[in-house]
């Protein structure tokens, strides 16, 4: 019997409930060793050795051969590697290590696994938070702009100026011949380096909270001889108030802004910071303001997940909004347009299945 809608569960229903709750076992704990396999280069081994036994991809990755095989034992039954019966040999499925390691001219989706894994390091102070309210602090995600910028590189840069920059009409001439450009929540950067760099007449300035990701990015600006970008630790908290006057063309935010304390501070800030003919380009995670809209989302488990664990509470703990990286397009209108701009245009791109691309303007 169901005790909370009264009626008699059939055998049918628990067994196939049964059976999903164990595929979901299952596959969380595939997404932890996946995020091992990125981290410790084993499936970057796989590709290189082929077929091959524990030991010689112990050897092949530096390793311990004893994790190494319990490693490959999560693999083949989770339908990732296959194992020859008699000799213990290992292979990478074909989809699987172009998916895993990028061959093929495929895209390495393997470092997404390491958000599942970052979830699982926090779970205590999370559970913490779930009694005393609060949130837990970037210092509590000791890899989170490591793994960001790898995620950037892929979505952000690998689709930026063939599809990203393009949704803003005669931007690239713009970029060519020289504005001013601001990345709002800019992390370690990846994206303002590669305008940086592709377009030199152009001026680029990141702010960030993290004294580390700008510094990282600072020196790989550096590194790379770039003097037209420059990185500043700032806390937009109250943007609204600091922003300056119309010093912007183009003004950016990739997944930055329901990270923030205050999006409805940085977002005035942003139309302030503006110049009266430019334009505030801002991707972020496409989804509905209602929870019940978004049953059929792709990865919305994922993502109100991600945002439990991580987005909400980074803003919680700076005593900001929380509105969490499920906030919806509905929400984000209505912060837009309470900032102040009158004119918002939402785009999605076929490579990201993650993001709305809005194109705002005061
Ligand atoms: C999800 S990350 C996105 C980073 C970057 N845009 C990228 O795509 O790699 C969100 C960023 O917002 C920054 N952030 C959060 N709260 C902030 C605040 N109060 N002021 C400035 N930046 C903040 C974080 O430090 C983090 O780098």
């Given at each position: 019997?169901?005790?909370?809608?009264d009626?008699?569960?059939?055998?049918?229903?628990?067994?196939?409930?049964?059976?999903?709750?164990?595929?979901?076992?299952?596959?969380?704990?595939?997404?932890?060793?996946?995020?091992?396999?990125?981290?410790?280069?084993?499936?970057?081994?796989?590709?290189?050795?082929?077929?091959?036994t524990?030991?010689?991809?112990?050897?092949?990755?530096?390793?311990?051969?004893?994790?190494?095989?319990?490693?490959?034992?999560?693999?083949?039954?989770?339908?990732?590697?296959?194992?020859?019966?008699?000799?213990?040999?290992?292979?990478l499925?074909?989809?699987?290590?172009?998916?895993?390691?990028?061959?093929?001219?495929?895209?390495?989706?393997?470092?997404?696994?390491?958000?599942?894994?970052?979830?699982?390091?926090?779970?205590?102070?999370?559970?913490?938070?779930?009694?005393?309210?609060?949130?837990?602090?970037?210092?509590?995600?000791?890899?989170?702009?490591?793994?960001?910028a790898?995620d950037?590189?892929?979505?952000v840069?690998g689709?930026?100026?063939?599809?990203?920059?393009?949704?803003?009409?005669?931007?690239?001439?713009?970029?060519?011949n020289?504005?001013?450009?601001?990345?709002?929540?800019c992390?370690?950067?990846?994206?303002?380096?590669?305008?940086?760099?592709q377009?030199?007449?152009?001026?680029?300035?990141?702010?960030?909270?993290?004294?580390?990701?700008?510094?990282?990015?600072?020196?790989?600006?550096?590194?790379?001889?770039?003097?037209?970008?420059?990185?500043?630790?700032?806390?937009?908290?109250?943007?609204?108030?600091?922003a300056?006057?119309?010093?912007?063309?183009?003004?950016?935010?990739?997944?930055?802004?329901?990270?923030?304390?205050?999006?409805?501070?940085?977002?005035?800030?942003?139309?302030?910071?503006?110049?009266?003919?430019?334009?505030?380009?801002?991707?972020?995670?496409?989804?509905?303001?209602?929870?019940?809209?978004?049953?059929?989302?792709?990865?919305g488990?994922?993502?109100y997940?991600?945002?439990?664990?991580h987005?909400?509470?980074?803003?919680?703990?700076?005593?900001?909004?929380g509105?969490?990286?499920?906030?919806?397009?509905?929400?984000?209108?209505?912060?837009?347009?309470?900032?102040?701009?009158?004119?918002?245009?939402?785009?999605?791109?076929?490579?990201?299945?993650?993001?709305?691309y809005?194109?705002?303007?005061?």
């Amino acid at each position: 019997m169901c005790l909370a809608c009264d009626t008699k569960l059939s055998a049918e229903s628990l067994d196939e409930f049964g059976g999903r709750y164990l595929d979901i076992l299952n596959h969380g704990a595939l997404a932890v060793m996946i995020s091992i396999g990125y981290r410790t280069g084993l499936f970057a081994a796989m590709r290189k050795a082929g077929p091959a036994t524990s030991h010689e991809l112990a050897e092949t990755a530096g390793l311990h051969e004893r994790y190494v095989r319990e490693w490959l034992g999560a693999m083949t039954c989770g339908g990732i590697a296959t194992c020859d019966e008699t000799s213990s040999v290992f292979s990478l499925l074909p989809a699987a290590s172009a998916s895993l390691t990028g061959s093929d001219g495929a895209e390495n989706l393997a470092y997404l696994a390491q958000y599942v894994a970052m979830m699982g390091s926090v779970e205590d102070k999370i559970i913490d938070c779930f009694h005393r309210g609060g949130g837990i602090p970037y210092s509590d995600f000791p890899r989170f702009h490591e793994v960001m910028a790898q995620d950037s590189a892929q979505t952000v840069v690998g689709a930026l100026f063939e599809h990203i920059l393009p949704l803003v009409p005669g931007l690239a001439l713009s970029l060519h011949n020289g504005i001013d450009v601001l990345d709002i929540g800019c992390g370690r950067g990846k994206a303002l380096l590669a305008m940086a760099k592709q377009f030199p007449n152009s001026r680029f300035t990141g702010w960030d909270l993290s004294a580390e990701a700008t510094r990282d990015a600072a020196n790989e600006a550096h590194a790379l001889g770039l003097t037209n970008v420059r990185f500043e630790v700032r806390d937009l908290s109250d943007f609204d108030k600091t922003a300056p006057s119309a010093d912007f063309n183009l003004i950016t935010a990739f997944d930055a802004i329901h990270d923030q304390a205050r999006p409805d501070h940085v977002l005035a800030g942003i139309r302030r910071a503006l110049r009266p003919d430019g334009v505030f380009l801002m991707q972020d995670i496409g989804a509905s303001s209602n929870v019940a809209e978004n049953r059929d989302h792709l990865i919305g488990t994922l993502l109100y997940s991600l945002s439990c664990t991580h987005c909400m509470t980074v803003s919680l703990s700076q005593g900001g909004l929380g509105v969490g990286a499920m906030w919806g397009e509905q929400m984000t209108r209505e912060f837009l347009t309470n900032a102040g701009f009158s004119s918002v245009a939402r785009h999605t791109l076929p490579h990201d299945i993650q993001n709305y691309y809005y194109l705002v303007k005061p």
